[in-house]
């Protein structure tokens, strides 16, 4: 879980150029704070306890202003919807395939894994991020590996 200031989602909103609003403070605080790269409709339902009437398209809308901005990230792994990461730090992702737990973890060596040549010529990379699919300890309970 990313911790910040009190104040940080003000500053981070303000820094990008958009608007503060309560809204959108409270969009940005509940993806830190939810937990383990949370999709849209947890994101929803937590700021429905401070904003009861706040639609899901606002939240839906908001996430995607915020993830475009870069203020945070998105992880998208097969079989599941849009999770969204406050981290915008650069970092990999373990994905677990049975459930959907996503565990943050940093790697140099993947840092600046090049993509083969024949697939992005002509187009600009603007990062690298591996996702590894892999069953947690949790799931995986007494199996050995």
Known sequence: MVTRKKDEPIKILRDRGMRITPQRIAVLQAVEVAGNHPDAETVYQ??????????????????????????????????????FDPNTGRHHHLICVRCKTIIDFTAKELDHLPPPTAVTKGLKILRTTVNIEVVCKECLGGEKV
Do not use: A, F, H
Request: glycine share 10%.
């Open 46 to 83: 937590y700021v429905c306890g401070e904003y009861p009437r706040i639609s899901r398209d606002t939240v839906y809308r908001i996430l995607s202003v915020m993830e475009e901005e870069g203020i945070i990230g998105s992880v998208l792994n097969s079989g599941s919807s849009k999770r």
